[in-house]
């Protein structure tokens, strides 16, 4: 069972920046993939980027490439999302998610666990 809380979510201006937090419950995170999802009023859930299990292998959507970094810190059990150059096409709520397996995947019901979700919300 892994417990994940999300924070630093916000209001920004465009061409800001924030940085989402993942905290995660469990003595066994690092057996875990974790994945960034956002989901926007009506529109779907979308990967927006995700990283296996030991940190090696990163992945990140079109959309946020050169932008959003992602990475993890298994001794403190947390998944950090910097969002630098922030867009108004940002804002949306951000969770997330992890799966007891070494590689990500960019199908949300792959993923088990899932965090509570903390809105982003850039201005123009």
């Known amino acids: 069972q892994v417990l994940l809380v999300e924070s630093g979510g916000g209001l920004v201006q465009a061409g800001g920046s924030l940085r989402l937090s993942c905290a995660a419950s469990?003595?066994?995170?690092?057996?875990?993939?974790v994945g960034w999802f956002r989901q926007a009023p009506g529109k779907e859930r979308e990967l927006v980027t995700a990283?296996?299990?030991?940190?090696?292998?990163?992945y990140y959507a079109d959309s946020v490439k050169a932008r959003f970094s992602i990475s993890r810190d298994n001794k403190e059990n947390t998944v950090i999302l910097q969002m630098n150059s922030l867009r108004p096409e940002d804002t949306a709520v951000y969770y997330c998610?992890?799966?007891?397996?070494?590689?990500?995947?960019?199908?949300?019901?792959?993923?088990?666990?899932w965090g509570q979700g903390t809105q982003v919300t850039v201005s123009s």
């Open positions: 998610a992890a799966r007891e397996a070494l590689f990500y995947s960019v199908v949300a019901r792959d993923y088990k666990y």
């Open positions: 469990g003595p066994t995170f690092n057996n875990f993939a």
């Open positions: 990283i296996n299990r030991n940190g090696g292998i990163t």
